[in-house]
């Protein structure tokens, strides 16, 4: 049995199905991780829906902003923004089974055996790896709860920049969504800055890549995470950016997690 990670698909359909092609993907056996954002933008968000819901039982992925945004769309919490290929979702003969299916995904994946863990964008500087998991978990209950219509309504906005304990209410969870699926850059002092979308030497002198923070604590595990194409496929110590910006002209890549972690594949030249 093998396993791959996946960036960012984004309704990338043909260029999904020649990188599982590519792997020699085997649905009997093998397993996938996505990371997130596997809708909007892109030509083909319906059918990258049901494909992987299709593959749903060898599949692991995590929610990331378009997605979240789709979700809000469909319980009323937002509107359909003119660059958004979410329509044909929406109005599908499937769409109660695919969208129930979507808000049922975690914002964040650890797995203890190969102590890898994935999240769509990044984790907060101020969090170790429980504190971002139990972090996690505490804003999945709001996305699937009673009134989540209310969550829905009020997850848009930037702030709280920074985290503390005593936070409460919609802004702990705001701040929690943001760093799971928004985060980029942040201050040297640690503050979130969620405008800045170039790559890394193109921000604002006083910001830092979220994960180059010097006070962040180490999370001892290997972090996978897609959203950033400016960034591209990447690797530093235990991190793995793993969007390389398909949507955008560029391609989609697969890392393998087992059993080689350190294997990658892009398009065939």
Same mark, same amino acid.
């Given at each position: 049995?093998?396993?791959?990670?996946?960036?960012?698909?984004?309704?990338?359909?043909?260029?999904?199905?020649?990188?599982?092609?590519?792997?020699?993907?085997?649905?009997?056996?093998?397993?996938?991780?996505?990371?997130?954002?596997?809708?909007?933008?892109?030509?083909?968000?319906?059918?990258?829906?049901?494909?992987?819901?299709?593959?749903?039982?060898?599949?692991?992925?995590?929610?990331?902003? $378009?997605?979240?945004?789709? !979700?809000? /769309? %469909?319980?009323?919490? @937002?509107?359909?923004? *003119?660059?958004?290929? +979410?329509?044909?979702?929406?109005?599908?003969?499937?769409?109660?089974?695919?969208?129930?299916?979507?808000?049922?995904?975690?914002?964040? $994946?650890?797995?203890?055996? !190969?102590? /890898? %863990?994935?999240?769509? @964008?990044?984790?907060? *500087?101020?969090?170790? +790896?429980?504190?971002?998991?139990?972090?996690?978990?505490?804003?999945?209950?709001?996305?699937?709860?009673?009134?989540?219509?209310?969550?829905?309504?009020?997850?848009?906005?930037?702030?709280?920049?920074?985290?503390?304990?005593?936070?409460?209410?919609?802004?702990?969870?705001?701040?929690?969504?943001?760093?799971?699926?928004?985060?980029?850059?942040?201050?040297?002092?640690?503050?979130?800055?969620?405008?800045?979308?170039?790559?890394?030497?193109?921000?604002?002198?006083?910001?830092?890549?979220?994960?180059?923070?010097?006070?962040?604590?180490?999370?001892?595990?290997?972090?996978?995470?897609?959203?950033?194409?400016?960034?591209?496929?990447?690797?530093?110590?235990?991190?793995?950016?793993?969007?390389?910006?398909?949507?955008?002209?560029?391609?989609?890549?697969?890392?393998?997690?087992?059993?080689?972690?350190?294997?990658?594949?892009?398009?065939?030249?």
């Amino acid at each position: 049995m093998s396993s791959y990670a996946i960036g960012d698909l984004q309704g990338c359909y043909q260029e999904f199905k020649l990188l599982l092609e590519r792997i020699k993907f085997n649905p009997d056996c093998d397993q996938l991780w996505l990371t997130g954002d596997l809708v909007n933008r892109g030509p083909n968000s319906l059918d990258v829906l049901r494909a992987i819901y299709a593959l749903r039982d060898n599949v692991f992925t995590v929610l990331g902003n $378009h997605d979240l945004h789709l !979700l809000a /769309v %469909a319980l009323g919490g @937002a509107e359909l923004k *003119p660059k958004d290929t +979410l329509q044909n979702i929406l109005k599908c003969k499937e769409a109660d089974c695919l969208l129930s299916w979507l808000m049922n995904q975690p914002l964040m $994946h650890y797995d203890k055996t !190969l102590n /890898v %863990a994935m999240v769509h @964008a990044g984790v907060s *500087p101020r969090w170790d +790896l429980p504190l971002s998991l139990s972090s996690a978990r505490e804003a999945e209950q709001q996305i699937r709860g009673r009134n989540n219509s209310d969550f829905f309504s009020q997850m848009y906005g930037n702030h709280p920049l920074d985290w503390h304990p005593d936070l409460k209410g919609m802004e702990r969870i705001r701040y929690i969504v943001n760093c799971l699926t928004r985060i980029r850059y942040c201050t040297k002092q640690g503050e979130l800055e969620l405008t800045e979308k170039g790559a890394p030497g193109s921000q604002k002198r006083d910001l830092l890549p979220w994960f180059d923070v010097p006070t962040r604590p180490q999370l001892k595990c290997r972090l996978l995470f897609g959203h950033w194409s400016t960034l591209g496929f990447f690797k530093k110590d235990e991190l793995v950016c793993l969007d390389s910006g398909c949507l955008w002209g560029g391609f989609l890549t697969a890392l393998e997690l087992k059993p080689d972690p350190n294997a990658y594949f892009q398009p065939a030249a």
